[in-house]
């Protein structure tokens, strides 16, 4: 079977565009680059900063009007970065969430005593928010299930529904209610069930349900982490006139892919809460052992096996992901009584991703008891739609080929011969629609970045006529973009670590498409003082002034070649690295 890979990888690179174009698109300028300061300077320092930035952006500095509205523009973002970063609560929210924590700045309403204070509180209202988004998605759940008897007509079997919504009462509180009905041809049953959850740790919580109505029985849910990779999960059911019933499950991670468990079983006698199967009135006591885990890249397994007084039963199942959109799956169970061999249950399912938030699976279980069911299921957030359609009530063999390869086969080619060609051809659409948005954010940027260059022109020419004259630090040639050079990998601080050669440098700097780099020999010569050059880290080198971003997306690097007391030195260092230069490990001689 041919592999949608193509399909996979260019779905994953438009993700990746979309993501990084939105970002370049919206992202505002770091305010540390902005000012060449560390994000651990202190106020004096952002002081001494501001001010040589604006020596030569201050509008009343350039002669031409053309000049004083691009100084403007420069100036702006240099003191609304000094404004920000001077303030000790705008500084620690700007920390914390970026731009948009200075704003929530203002409407803090009590007084605090330190940036710790306001990081926190921060903190706390960006937690609070991701959390009214989830909410907002998943606070209400749903499942419909309608069985479907085919043979000899289309009759309803039963239905199930099962609708609940939850309401956040506090950090570690949530409460749900909900409320199922089901209905089996004459008869009939509901009931409403309110339950509490409580978080007591990160990895730990407990939840008590209770029904508003008969037949009343409470029931405690709970999970703990007992160690790293090991977990424990019990449900306990306590009725009105009944022993409890209680499931208790040891968990471990046995290798990276591999988790394994073992679940015991009390059984019950009468209807559960929250049935999975409601027509099932028991649930058998036993122990269960299961191994559940990745194999390769696209598999998944489930393999169990349960002892118990009434039945045991032995069950595999595998899953193979086709593409990022398709799954098939396959598995079997054997049931044994105390008679013997009980059933034998076959399964085949196909899984299909509709969308980002909508999934299809059809699935045909095969029994020689049972007979043929076939199901097909819907599912959107929290909402799940299941029609199970009772084929035949016996073991006909023609039906289970039909009913089990007919519609994967049929999903798989359509698949192939309409969706994908189809999905190919909107990811290169879109993926042209992005580059044409990147090649307009390129020209904005890089028309902002030669503006700031001729400003700092005359300062850069004042600084390297010095420096020639004192034979001090001298920027002959600098390039930021995605360069051909190789970084260090170990010792950092020895120029053979970064580059093999000074000839490599030199090839490299014939081989830069002008496109993918950009020269910044001018911005860095105006950033020198007192004959040292020192870029902060931490933050992209694109927000620097008379810097743009070349190349969009691709990990860049700044490489330089400066020469001091007449000897010729180079450095390269990655887009978030810091540099201080003059370095003796820098030089070439």
């Not at 307009?440 to 600084?463: C, F, I």
Request: aromatic share 6%; glycine share 6%.
């Amino acid at each position: 079977m041919d592999l949608d890979l193509d399909s996979d990888s260019e779905e994953a690179r438009l993700q990746d565009f979309e993501r990084r174009t939105a970002d370049a698109a919206t992202h505002s300028a770091d305010y540390y680059a902005v000012l060449n300061v560390s994000r651990t300077a202190t106020t004096d320092e952002i002081r001494d900063a501001y001010k040589r930035l604006s020596l030569m952006f201050h509008p009343d500095r350039h002669p031409s009007a053309e000049q004083r509205e691009w100084a403007q523009r420069q100036f702006q973002t240099t003191q609304r970065a000094y404004e920000v970063l001077t303030d000790r609560a705008k500084r620690a929210a700007y920390d914390a969430l970026g731009v948009e924590g200075v704003a929530m700045a203002y409407t803090v309403g009590y007084k605090v005593q330190t940036a710790r204070d306001l990081q926190m509180r921060f903190e706390r209202e960006a937690r609070e928010r991701r959390m009214e988004e989830i909410e907002h998605w998943v606070q209400s759940k749903s499942e419909i299930s309608a069985t479907v008897r085919c043979a000899g007509g289309l009759a309803a079997e039963q239905l199930f529904m099962n609708h609940s919504f939850a309401a956040t009462l506090d950090d570690q509180t949530t409460a749900v209610v909900s409320g199922n009905m089901f209905a089996h041809r004459a008869r009939g049953s509901g009931n409403f069930i309110g339950t509490v959850r409580r978080s007591l740790g990160p990895q730990s919580w407990v939840a008590l349900s209770v029904p508003a109505l008969p037949p009343y029985s409470a029931t405690v849910e709970s999970a703990h982490q007992l160690a790293a990779g090991v977990f424990c999960s019990t449900h306990v059911t306590q009725g009105m006139r009944r022993l409890p019933d209680a499931t208790v499950t040891f968990s471990r991670m046995l290798t990276d892919a591999v988790a394994g468990a073992i679940t015991v079983r009390s059984g019950n006698q009468y209807l559960p809460i929250h049935p999975e199967k409601p027509s099932a009135s028991t649930s058998p006591s036993g122990v269960a052992l299961s191994l559940s885990g990745k194999h390769g890249v696209r598999g998944d397994f489930h393999a169990e096996t349960a002892v118990g007084i009434e039945q045991s039963h032995v069950l595999a199942k595998y899953t193979y992901q086709i593409d990022r959109r398709l799954a098939v799956s396959g598995g079997a169970t054997v049931v044994f009584s105390a008679h013997g061999l009980s059933d034998l249950l076959c399964n085949v399912g196909l899984r299909a991703t509709i969308s980002g938030w909508t999934r299809a699976a059809w699935r045909v279980e095969i029994s020689p008891v049972s007979g043929i069911l076939a199901t097909v299921s819907l599912r959107r957030l929290g909402h799940k739609l299941r029609v199970p359609l009772v084929l035949t009530p016996s073991l006909d063999l023609r039906i289970a080929l039909l009913a089990s390869l007919g519609p994967v086969a049929a999903a798989l080619a359509i698949d192939s011969v309409v969706l994908a060609p189809r999905r190919r051809r909107i990811v290169r659409e879109r993926l042209a629609e992005l580059r044409d948005e990147q090649v307009a954010q390129l020209y904005q940027q890089k028309r902002r970045a030669e503006e700031a260059v001729e400003l700092m022109k005359s300062q850069a020419e004042r600084t390297r006529k010095a420096a020639l004259a004192s034979g001090g630090l001298v920027i002959e040639n600098a390039l930021y973009g995605d360069l051909p050079f190789k970084l260090a990998i170990e010792n950092s601080n020895m120029l053979a670590a970064r580059l093999d050669s000074a000839a490599e440098s030199n090839s490299a700097l014939v081989a830069a498409d002008e496109p993918r780099a950009c020269d910044v020999t001018l911005p860095l010569t105006a950033l020198v003082v007192a004959d040292q050059l020192v870029i902060a880290g931490g933050a992209s080198k694109r927000f620097l002034p008379g810097f743009y971003d070349p190349a969009f997306g691709a990990p860049k690097k700044l490489f330089v070649r400066y020469t001091f007391r007449g000897t010729v030195h180079e450095a390269v260092v990655g887009d978030e690295e810091a540099l201080a230069i003059p370095m003796r490990q820098h030089s070439t001689e």
